[in-house]
């Protein structure tokens, strides 16, 4: 596609914006469980007008938006009183999880060449429900990633993690809770690891680091998983998930202030200025900020235990409809309002299809097989259509469904074992391109995953990734 020769008027624009946006997922009908995190309009309101308001402003430096400098500094001050800071505590403002968790791993990197000079390959040990976000954190960094499988539980399996220790490892992480099954991983035993061995320890608080603190407060009992323990020297926090500020908003925070200086990029030679920047991002949008700090001030502690304490209720509700619900079963026992789904008589990726069918939006997710739920506020009007829907689709599955994929699935299986390599990737080609071809999503997304999970092969599942990947960004040339 081509700039057009003239511009087209704003009715006409948004005419079209909102009728490329029917096809998206639904999230406002409370349909999706991932991706968005509805707090209602009146929390909506709250972050569009500040965004809007600090829209134009930059936070890339801050000496000239003393507003930006104000709510920044609030925002990563607020979030670390509810992670135990101590008085030295610090942190920075990030774009989101990701860069928050790639900061962290650098800060460690720099911190190692200092303090562990022996180091040439640093290394970190992490269980292998941690977020990829370490894995391509790693892969930017030049950090080795040691991903050791977990216990049966889903969490962090300390004695393995132990034994992956080497002279090398610079960090060590553990996540409170975990994306996939919404497990809190031993991070007191980990601190004591990482005390033990004189290396750092992440806690990947990204989707817990606002919703715990409040769990707390409202009398549940919680193993320690923050600053309080010593061993404890970043976190991450994501302002964008449970904290329902807008898009683009995450801390990173660390002990002490020395240690974050680790994560400061300067360069003092430059024809255009001495460059001082804190994290990935130049130029950062204002409006993130802003909208961060006008949530956070808006919701206040009370504010928050509400929307916290609606969150557990209805998530209770999940978990006691989920025992109820025929060939469906809860994975582990998720600490959170972060759920995972799975099936011991049914392909339950079909399971996400039929609800997709029904216009439900669930994450499917690997070893084991299972759909993915991030339970909000907003879910608890939609409760009874959805566990209908469910409770549907599994005898949908049941009934016809397990042998088509399961056919594909062991089709997969068998060939791939006997079939020339190069047909093995055109196979796997075709799947890739059934994704990602058309305006709309696509129908059907257990065959791909289904595949997947029966490819052994490393090298195999990356090209597919990739194909699909070629596919959903294929500029209109
Ligand atoms: C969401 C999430 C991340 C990554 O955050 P993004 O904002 O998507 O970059 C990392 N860790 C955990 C546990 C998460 O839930």
């Not at 549940?220 to 323990?229: S, T």
């Not at 949530?295 to 999940?318: A, D, H, S």
């Amino acid at each position: 596609m081509k700039l057009g020769q003239a511009g087209r008027s704003k009715e006409e624009l948004f005419l079209e914006m909102e009728k490329v946006k029917e096809h998206d997922i639904k999230w406002k009908e409370g349909k999706a469980f991932s991706l968005v995190f509805n707090g209602g309009q009146e929390l909506s309101d709250v972050i569009k007008d500040a965004y809007c308001m600090f829209f134009s402003e930059n936070g890339l430096n801050p000496s000239a938006f003393p507003s930006l400098k104000k709510f920044e500094n609030e925002v990563v001050g607020m979030t670390a009183s509810l992670l135990s800071g101590g008085e030295n505590a610090a942190g920075s403002m990030t774009s989101g999880g990701t860069e928050s968790i790639l900061m962290a791993i650098k800060t460690a990197r720099e911190w190692a060449k200092v303090n562990k000079p022996h180091i040439k390959e640093p290394e970190l040990v992490m269980p292998i429900s941690a977020h990829p976000a370490f894995n391509k954190g790693g892969h930017y960094f030049g950090v080795k990633v040691i991903a050791v499988p977990t216990r049966d539980d889903y969490r962090a399996d300390v004695t393995a993690m132990k034994e992956a220790i080497t002279d090398n490892t610079i960090l060590l992480v553990g996540s409170a809770p975990s994306y996939p099954q919404g497990v809190i991983d031993p991070i007191e035993e980990l601190s004591l690891l990482a005390l033990d061995n004189k290396i750092l320890m992440h806690v990947d608080a990204c989707v817990g680091g606002i919703v715990l603190p409040f769990y707390r407060k409202l009398g549940i009992e919680l193993p320690k998983f923050d600053f309080e323990l010593e061993g404890v020297t970043s976190m991450s926090v994501d302002l964008h998930k449970y904290g329902y500020a807008a898009k683009g908003a995450s801390v990173v925070l660390y002990k002490t202030k020395e240690l974050r200086r680790h994560q400061f990029f300067v360069t003092t030679d430059w024809p255009g200025g001495m460059y001082g920047s804190p994290s990935v991002l130049g130029t950062r949008p204002g409006g993130a900020i802003a909208a961060a700090w006008a949530i956070m001030n808006y919701l206040g502690e009370e504010g928050y235990l509400k929307l916290i304490g609606q969150i557990r209720e209805t998530t209770m509700e999940f978990k006691r409809r989920i025992a109820l619900t025929p060939e469906i079963e809860l994975a582990g026992n998720p600490d959170m309002s972060v759920l995972c789904l799975i099936s011991n008589t049914v392909d339950i990726f079909q399971v996400g299809d039929c609800m997709a069918a029904r216009g439900w939006h669930l994450d499917m997710q690997q070893a084991p097989n299972s759909l993915h739920l991030t339970v909000s506020a907003a879910h608890k009007d939609t409760i009874d259509e959805f566990f209908k829907d469910l409770a549907e689709a599994a005898i949908e599955v049941k009934g016809i469904g397990n042998k088509i994929s399961g056919i594909k699935t062991t089709m997969a299986k068998g060939l791939l074992k006997t079939m020339p390599k190069n047909m093995v990737s055109k196979m796997i080609k075709k799947e890739g391109q059934n994704v990602g071809v058309s305006d709309k999503r696509p129908e059907k997304m257990a065959p791909m995953y289904g595949m997947m999970a029966a490819i052994t092969d490393n090298s195999d599942r990356e090209t597919l990734v990739k194909d699909a990947l070629d596919n959903l960004f294929s500029p209109r040339l």
